[in-house]
């Protein structure tokens, strides 16, 4: 079969002929149609990751979408970050208890496109924000694959306004398009400037932060959080670090809460896939990206990673 394979960390995949896997107890075959190229992989492939150097070669690919005994799937792996192939071959050997069946209509690119991004968003929302209808958000970063479904999803669980953040013009223009009420720029670190902005865009207090930056924005948004607001933090993409002050933490009695999808159950994880596939499928929800094809992973690992990519790449397997 056709794969791509990482045979030196810190540099793209090479595509070739390998041998096709077998299932092995407890496995199912699956036929992969779409794999993104997500950060995890990226991060993964590196050799630099708080998972280890990776064993190579091997195939990345922490997601993907294929059909099993003719069935559309999503599938996880843990390639990367475990020994073992991941989602980026024409074929991939996964845990029969891990996959999860798509709904009638689900288009595999699209799915691929929102995958575990989508996943973080809704379940940062939901689960560990506690949104509920009638309530105010505020998503930063929200031109990046997480923030654009967050924008989408926020609206689906009744937010009454949804203002974006983001840094780049064309990151605000893909936050925008995702239906922002309002789209704030994130083009300094001044944290009172920041705040002064993101109040001006806000209707009152907001009730809730979604956060995959962390750092100055982080702080400036936990500013204009009303009293027991939250800020739920899912990255780190400005700073490790963020300049919250304690008065405001204090004085408004906020809670700041972390979360990661590793966290999640097998079953919380694929009733929030099926939900956004769900979602997908009825075309309320989707995110920018670009398909590519297999044979041209490497090119497509180079522009993921150096961030010139119209949003994500996905590769696709087959046809």
Known sequence: MRAARIEVCGRPPVVGDVDAPAAGPGQTLVRV?????????????????YFGTPAVPYVPGVQGVGTAD???????????????DGSMAELAAVPTEDLVELPAGAAPLAVAALGLSAVAAH????????????????????????????VQLARLAGARR???????PRARERAERAGADAVVALDTDDVAVL??????????????????????????????????????NLGSAASETCPLDSATLRSRSLRVLGYTNNE??????????????????????????????????????????????EGRIVLQVSA
Not at 291 to 298: K, R, S, Y
Request: with cysteine; glycine share 12%; net charge neutral.
């Open 33 to 49: 149609l779409a794999a993104p190229i997500t950060p995890l992989d990226l991060l993964c492939a590196g050799g630099t990751s």
């Open 70 to 84: 003719g069935t559309p799937v999503w599938f996880p792996s843990s390639a990367g970050m475990a020994p073992g």
């Open 123 to 150: 379940m940062a929302l939901t689960w560990r924000g506690e949104l509920t209808a009638g309530e105010q958000v505020i998503v930063l970063g929200a031109g990046g694959v997480v923030g654009q479904a967050a």
């Open 162 to 168: 949804v203002v974006a953040a983001a840094r780049s």
């Open 195 to 232: 705040a002064a902005r993101l109040s001006a865009a806000c209707d009152g207090p907001a009730d809730l932060v979604l956060d995959p930056l962390f750092g100055a924005p982080a702080a400036a948004a936990a500013r204009t959080l009303r009293a027991g607001g939250r800020l739920v």
């Open 264 to 309: 999640l159950t097998k079953e919380q994880r694929a009733a929030a896939v099926t939900l956004i596939a769900e979602q997908a499928a009825l075309g309320r929800l989707a995110v920018a990206h670009e398909v590519m094809p297999l044979e041209d992973a490497a090119p497509a690992w180079r522009r993921q990673a150096e961030g010139t990519a």
